[in-house]
Nanobody
Framework: QLQLVESGGGLVRPGGSLRLSCAVS????????IAWFRQVPGAERERIAC????????DAIDPMKGRFTISGDNTLNTVNLQMSDLKPEDTAVYYC????????????????WGQGTQVSVSS
């Protein structure tokens, strides 16, 4: 099974940037995908972007499109989420999640989860 640990969260001012990292361990030679999600209290987890070790990337969609970029090394031992032009509405707990096989859109398709890291955007 995959183990995931997020890092890099914190407090940032509006318009600022932040990079989150997800350290992935376990059987990573098999076809697998890592995604970033975020969640605010009372809402469902929202997928941000996804990357697979085949090179497949599912980019961020609105409202994060053009501001958030997912990247990873060939084995996806580390998957990063570069966030720029951050807005107060980006405040959330950010999670990385893993699954074997291709990227998926819904959180229920991902079996393995990190503990989450808080991102707060405020002046």
């Amino acid at each position: 099974q995959l183990q995931l640990v997020e890092s890099g969260g914190g407090l940032v001012r509006p318009g600022g940037s932040l990079r989150l990292s997800c350290a992935v361990s376990g059987p990573t030679l098999d076809y697998h995908a890592i995604a970033w999600f975020r969640q605010v209290p009372g809402a469902e987890r929202e997928r941000i972007a996804c990357i697979a070790n085949t090179g497949e990337i599912a980019d961020a969609i609105d409202p994060m499109k053009g501001r958030f970029t997912i990247s990873g090394d060939n084995t996806l031992n580390t998957v990063n989420l570069q966030m720029s032009d951050l807005k107060p509405e980006d405040t959330a707990v950010y999670y990385c999640a893993g699954k074997y096989g291709a990227c998926a859109f819904t959180s229920g398709r991902f079996k393995y989860w990190g503990q989450g890291t808080q991102v707060s955007v405020s002046s």
